[in-house]
């Protein structure tokens, strides 16, 4: 084999290097695109159904692998969701309320993928009626057993002790 050819005769380039940097690229594009989408995600579901304060969560965790800024907005509202967590357990009313919306927001997702005819009352055309389908149902029975799956899990982590607050604050630093 002669230098800087291979067995073939083509010229040996090392490309590696410039792999590596447009992989490198194409996985920080990702990250920050996934990043912002549950960030603002979950800002919309902190107003809409669905698990806000997780989501946003989420989006901070992977931004602040590459801003200084989402890294230091992560363990506030880190804590935020889990003080929530934990003050929503704390008396049978409030468990009940929240797996009774939780299941409500689901049933609505399968009325919703289902997507009966519109009502008399209806407005706007038909097809205006319940946009998105099983798309958007599929969303909202998600963001349902997400929420079933935080209430199990704050049930089992801060019902029934002494200070629910402190041990919240503490659960949310330990997981950094």
């Known amino acids: 084999m002669r230098h800087g050819h291979l067995a073939g005769g083509h010229p040996m380039t090392d490309d590696k290097p410039e792999r590596r940097r447009s992989t490198k690229a194409v996985r920080r594009l ?29 989006g901070l965790a992977v931004l602040a692998e590459q801003y200084e800024w989402a890294e230091r907005r992560l363990e ?9 967590a934990a003050d929503g357990v704390q008396t049978w009313p409030r468990i009940i309320a929240s797996c009774s919306g939780a299941i409500a927001l689901g049933a609505i997702g399968v009325y919703w ?25 599929a969303t909202l029975i998600l963001s349902a057993v997400i929420a079933l799956g935080f209430i199990v899990y704050s049930f089992r982590t801060f019902r029934g ?16």
């Open 76 to 84: 506030p509202v880190k804590v935020m969701a889990y003080k929530a």
């Open 30 to 58: 990702v990250l920050e695109i996934v990043g912002w989408v549950l960030l603002l995600a979950g800002l919309a579901a902190l107003f809409l159904p669905g698990p806000g304060l997780l989501l946003m969560v989420a």
């Open 113 to 137: 993928g289902v997507r009966p005819d519109a009502p008399d009352w209806w407005p706007l055309r038909e097809s205006w009626w319940l946009i998105g389908g099983w798309g958007t149902g």
């Open 161 to 176: 002790i002494p200070d629910p607050e402190g041990a919240a604050e503490r659960a949310a630093r330990e997981d950094d």
